[in-house]
């Protein structure tokens, strides 16, 4: 095992041998721009108790020049991971002095230089275990601290960190900026940001509290910032936390930034959240994507308590945070912001990538296992973000609305600053709740997999509730008759089940919906005459119960009951009409998902054209500006990579002759630009055209795209090895190359190359870093018709790292569900 990868037992030990109590951290990014810095200096100081004579600190950089244990110099022992450190007694100052690496990858301290500018621009970014790239620490999240921060940066920068600065001295062409000490943290969650960043200011009060809020992004991005739109999100949410936790917010100021080439959608450093560019959209933007960022707003805040105040130990109590946030963000969303919708799209698209995840092979518990970090690195899935907020959802009905948040108050007050795990949070629950909060959390959070649910007639006014592997579940079912072409409920059960059956007294009716109001976490299946009725009239039904019926029609089509080319023959008759832009967007990626994964091969090609025609009919007659006009329109872009067809209307954009009101932003072109090239119909003359007139970091990275995507096999076969061998691609244009080798399902271009793909996987792994190599190995996975490959490394391979064999196992299931899907569509009712 590599020295990078820590172990739960060994962190463990750590933590009980040392208690750490301060850190400080010196870093001298004054010469950041010059490219010909790879590294910058990191000196680190951290003061701890032992009871054992030798320990080790974590580290990853370019080298580790000296170490001082109690003001004597040591030698260094340093293998490329851990500096190994003795002679230690009961209270012990280290001093570490040392060079790391500015990153590409998105992993530590990442180095971006703005086209549009000329600027540098730094930002952090560690969970779980990237901040020893910046400065030597424990790399646990039990082992928390008070950091003071000390950063050298060019005089006109904003120096930022998780606390105000506490001075600032300016000599010649540098500053040093010095922080304030921040309350316990753990290293995971401290963070820097520095760079001639764009800022608005803004506070929140309430009662005798005041905090400073701030919001940045590159200045060459400032006209689509929207900050009043992010100011007040934020201020509604300080003011909903604040009562419903009652706890004030611990963290002195409340910086958000917005930086480029992010590998996450944000990361919850107190005081500094961090988010990616794209909650920035460059133009056109539709209201669900403003509620999609609200909700990511409210789920950083929602970590101020659940994550940084009270963090878990180790990573096997990661959902005590991101379940949590989850959870917090769509309810928040909905009781506090304009964005009261928040759980119609939970239902029909976070909770799809849980149920996605929770049939893999791979699935987990809530509650995981998490033996060392590589397997942490990739827990931060469907399981813990959207099954865990679904299942709390579950808890929520389970336990009543205000036991739960007194529960979480209970929860806050007696850990504060501190290190729980899943005993501490039902203690709490079960307190305030009277219920027996341990067999739900052994039936919801220590089990892996779900309920599929189903209703069957039994008799005269009874039915046959029945559920695969069963759990209690507190549902609801909906009776809705067709009247006038449109469905209205008439009824709602209420109940409580435990069994594979139950009996359900009701009246017939033309719709029957489980889980109706949606509070549990199970599939849902239509029996025939429900399916015929949402088939005439689901655009008629309100908001949450049609994202209900959504998903429940997804979900057959994925595990092959539904046939798709039905599924996509509804999608045809209803989204057009469907007003929740949030579901739309999600029907949209859906049938276009199931048109290239699920429909047979022989009827694909009519289904890809058909689609395109659907695509553009329903762009054309939408309202003039409108969000479903855009939606539209990217979801044509996207379908005219596969349809020659398309190339006269997409060019027809292009040139200025676009339906009335359609919003073309730079992006839309990009997307349009890039269709005509996969298609053939664009050449490399036309995206340096393209970029000359959008030469921006998002438009050098969507050349990239456009360029490997070429329709030619040397094009092709050069970007595959580009991004194997070019160690020099940032996580961004590793991505786009990945994606323009896939474009227009063109694997005809690359197919040769497919016996290459395993051989390399292990050397990337190896040898870059995880988050680069993972893009690698899902990325270009070979989506072929044989699955004998890839057994047959799986079986060869038995040795390889626990993470790498998680990541090749999941893509094989994927693989064997198209397969099996598409295999079966012959034998489905259309």
């Known amino acids: 095992?590599?020295?990078?990868?820590?172990?739960?037992?060994?962190?463990?030990?750590?933590?009980?041998?040392?208690?750490?109590?301060?850190?400080?951290?010196?870093?001298?990014?004054?010469?950041?721009?010059?490219?010909?810095?790879?590294?910058?200096?990191?000196?680190?100081?951290?003061?701890?108790?032992?009871?054992?004579?030798?320990?080790?600190?974590?580290?990853?950089?370019?080298?580790?020049?000296?170490?001082?244990?109690?003001?004597?110099?040591?030698?260094?022992?340093?293998?490329?991971?851990?500096?190994?450190?003795?002679?230690?007694?009961?209270?012990?100052?280290?001093?570490?002095?040392?060079?790391?690496?500015?990153?590409?990858?998105?992993?530590?301290?990442?180095?971006?230089?703005?086209?549009?500018?000329?600027?540098?621009?730094?930002?952090?970014?560690?969970?779980?275990?990237?901040?020893?790239?910046?400065?030597?620490?424990?790399?646990?999240?039990?082992?928390?601290?008070?950091?003071?921060?000390?950063?050298?940066?060019?005089?006109?920068?904003?120096?930022?960190?998780?606390?105000?600065?506490?001075?600032?001295?300016?000599?010649?062409?540098?500053?040093?900026?010095?922080?304030?000490?921040?309350?316990?943290?753990?290293?995971?969650?401290?963070?820097?940001?520095?760079?001639?960043?764009?800022?608005?200011?803004?506070?929140?009060?309430?009662?005798?509290?005041?905090?400073?809020?701030?919001?940045?992004?590159?200045?060459?991005?400032?006209?689509?910032?929207?900050?009043?739109?992010?100011?007040?999100?934020?201020?509604?949410?300080?003011?909903?936390?604040?009562?419903?936790?009652?706890?004030?917010?611990?963290?002195?100021?409340?910086?958000?930034?917005?930086?480029?080439?992010?590998?996450?959608?944000?990361?919850?450093?107190?005081?500094?959240?961090?988010?990616?560019?794209?909650?920035?959209?460059?133009?056109?933007?539709?209201?669900?994507?403003?509620?999609?960022?609200?909700?990511?707003?409210?789920?950083?805040?929602?970590?101020?308590?659940?994550?940084?105040?009270?963090?878990?130990?180790?990573?096997?109590?990661?959902?005590?945070?991101?379940?949590?946030?989850?959870?917090?963000?769509?309810?928040?969303?909905?009781?506090?912001?304009?964005?009261?919708?928040?759980?119609?799209?939970?239902?029909?698209?976070?909770?799809?990538?849980?149920?996605?995840?929770?049939?893999?092979?791979?699935?987990?518990?809530?509650?995981?296992?998490?033996?060392?970090?590589?397997?942490?690195?990739?827990?931060?899935?469907?399981?813990?973000?959207?099954?865990?907020?679904?299942?709390?959802?579950?808890?929520?009905?389970?336990?009543?609305?205000?036991?739960?948040?007194?529960?979480?108050?209970?929860?806050?007050?007696?850990?504060?600053?501190?290190?729980?795990?899943?005993?501490?949070?039902?203690?709490?629950?079960?307190?305030?709740?009277?219920?027996?909060?341990?067999?739900?959390?052994?039936?919801?959070?220590?089990?892996?997999?779900?309920?599929?649910?189903?209703?069957?007639?039994?008799?005269?006014?009874?039915?046959?509730?029945?559920?695969?592997?069963?759990?209690?579940?507190?549902?609801?079912?909906?009776?809705y008759d067709l009247v006038d072409d449109a469905l209205a409920r008439r009824d709602i059960l209420e109940l409580d089940i435990t069994d594979a059956r139950t009996t359900v007294e009701a009246g017939a009716a033309d719709l029957m919906l489980l889980n109706d109001d949606d509070l549990t976490y199970a599939k849902v299946r239509l029996d025939p005459t429900s399916l015929t009725a949402v088939d005439k009239a689901l655009s008629?039904?309100?908001?949450?119960?049609?994202?209900?019926?959504?998903?429940?029609?997804?979900n057959a089509t994925r595990d092959g009951e539904l046939a798709a080319v039905r599924y996509l023959a509804i999608v045809g008759r209803h989204a057009p009409a469907e007003e929740n832009i949030g579901l739309l967007t999600g029907v949209l990626a859906n049938a276009a998902h199931a048109i290239g994964h699920y429909v047979a091969e022989h009827d694909r090609q009519a289904q890809r054209a058909g689609w395109l025609e659907t695509t553009w009919a329903a762009m054309t007659d939408a309202a003039p500006a409108s969000d479903a006009q855009l939606s539209w329109a990217r979801a044509f872009a996207a379908a005219a990579s596969y349809v020659d067809a398309g190339a006269s209307r997409a060019r027809a954009i292009l040139d200025g002759t676009a339906p009335e009101g359609l919003r073309v932003d730079p992006d839309l072109r990009w997307a349009l630009l890039t269709a005509l090239a996969t298609s053939g119909n664009a050449s490399l003359d036309d995206i340096e055209a393209e970029l000359a007139r959008d030469d921006t970091a998002s438009g050098r990275t969507a050349a990239v795209r456009a360029r490997a995507s070429l329709p030619e096999r040397e094009v092709r076969v050069r970007a595959w090895h580009r991004a194997w061998d070019d160690t020099g691609l940032s996580n961004d244009h590793l991505s786009a190359t990945i994606a323009g080798v896939r474009a227009g399902g063109r694997r005809d271009l690359v197919d040769d190359l497919d016996a290459e793909y395993f051989p390399r996987i292990m050397p990337a792994w190896r040898d870059r870093s995880i988050e680069l190599a993972r893009r690698l190995v899902v990325g270009l996975f070979p989506s072929t018709e044989d699955l004998e490959p890839v057994d047959r490394w799986l079986e060869d391979e038995n040795a390889a790292p626990g993470a790498l064999r998680r990541l090749v196992l999941e893509q094989r299931d994927h693989l064997a569900r198209d397969l099996r899907v598409r295999a079966a569509q012959d034998q489905l009712a259309v």
């Open 1 to 479: 095992m590599s020295s990078a990868n820590l172990t739960r037992q060994e962190c463990a030990a750590r933590s009980a041998a040392i208690t750490l109590s301060d850190v400080h951290v010196e870093l001298d990014l004054r010469h950041a721009r010059d490219p010909q810095q790879a590294g910058f200096r990191s000196t680190t100081t951290l003061r701890f108790d032992a009871t054992a004579p030798q320990t080790w600190i974590d580290f990853i950089g370019e080298d580790v020049h000296r170490v001082t244990v109690n003001g004597q110099e040591q030698p260094v022992e340093y293998d490329g991971a851990r500096i190994s450190v003795s002679g230690l007694t009961a209270s012990n100052t280290v001093v570490v002095d040392a060079t790391g690496l500015y990153s590409r990858s998105g992993e530590g301290l990442h180095r971006f230089v703005d086209p549009v500018d000329g600027e540098t621009y730094l930002y952090t970014q560690y969970e779980p275990a990237d901040s020893r790239r910046v400065m030597a620490c424990f790399e646990q999240p039990d082992m928390k601290a008070a950091y003071t921060f000390v950063v050298h940066a060019p005089i006109g920068w904003h120096v930022l960190s998780n606390q105000s600065a506490a001075s600032v001295a300016q000599a010649a062409d540098a500053q040093t900026v010095t922080f304030a000490p921040t309350l316990p943290l753990s290293s995971y969650i401290t963070a820097i940001a520095a760079g001639p960043y764009h800022r608005v200011d803004a506070e929140w009060t309430r009662g005798d509290q005041t905090v400073a809020l701030g919001v940045l992004c590159r200045p060459s991005l400032a006209e689509f910032l929207e900050a009043d739109e992010i100011v007040q999100v934020t201020r509604e949410g300080l003011d909903f936390f604040t009562d419903a936790f009652a706890f004030a917010y611990p963290w002195g100021k409340y910086d958000q930034i917005f930086v480029p080439e992010y590998n996450l959608g944000a990361m919850e450093n107190p005081g500094l959240v961090t988010f990616t560019e794209s909650y920035l959209p460059r133009g056109a933007a539709t209201d669900a994507q403003r509620g999609g960022r609200a909700n990511t707003i409210l789920h950083e805040m929602a970590h101020m308590w659940f994550g940084d105040l009270v963090t878990m130990r180790w990573w096997d109590d990661l959902w005590l945070k991101e379940s949590f946030a989850d959870y917090m963000g769509a309810h928040a969303s909905a009781a506090a912001t304009r964005y009261t919708d928040a759980w119609v799209r939970f239902a029909a698209n976070r909770k799809a990538w849980a149920y996605q995840q929770d049939q893999l092979p791979t699935t987990h518990p809530i509650v995981a296992d998490i033996v060392d970090l590589e397997a942490a690195k990739l827990n931060f899935d469907g399981i813990t973000y959207a099954k865990g907020a679904s299942v709390l959802k579950q808890l929520v009905a389970f336990v009543g609305e205000d036991h739960f948040f007194e529960g979480a108050r209970r929860y806050f007050a007696a850990h504060a600053f501190g290190n729980t795990t899943l005993e501490d949070l039902l203690v709490q629950l079960e307190e305030v709740s009277g219920r027996d909060v341990r067999a739900w959390s052994r039936a919801w959070l220590e089990t892996s997999g779900m309920s599929t649910l189903s209703l069957t007639p039994a008799g005269e006014g009874e039915w046959t509730l029945e559920q695969t592997d069963p759990r209690p579940h507190r549902l609801r079912v909906g009776l």
């Open 540 to 554: 008629t039904l309100a908001p949450l119960p049609r994202a209900l019926v959504w998903a429940s029609l997804w």
